[in-house]
């Protein structure tokens, strides 16, 4: 729960900034929240994905999918704290 707290934390910080997001996690309905108070907040445009982050086919599928979408590549936060999360808890 922790890992999630972060994660909000620092989407509704990119949020403020009028951010385009791309939220990425093994279980798709822990972002759904996420995402609409993110809206609220003022992202411009809110995706959310579920994917395995050391899974190499999934990482390459949300790239693909955020460079797709938004044109560019985009900063990738939140699957750092989601890598950095599950490898500290093993």
């Known amino acids: 729960m922790c890992m999630i707290w972060k994660m909000q934390q ?3 910080e990119y949020a403020i900034r009028r951010a385009n997001l791309m939220l ?3 279980r798709e309905n822990r972002l759904i929240g996420i995402a609409e108070n993110a809206r609220r907040m003022g992202a411009r445009h809110v995706m959310i994905m579920a994917a395995d982050v050391v899974k190499e086919d999934d990482c390459r599928r949300f790239v693909n999918e955020t460079i797709n979408v938004f044109g560019r590549g985009m900063f990738l936060w939140m ?3 989601e890598f950095i999360y ?3 808890h093993l």
Do not use: G, N
Request: charged residues 25%.
């Open 79 to 81: 699957v750092v704290f």
């Open 24 to 26: 990425v996690a093994r």
């Open 10 to 12: 620092i989407a509704y």
């Open 86 to 88: 599950r490898y500290k």
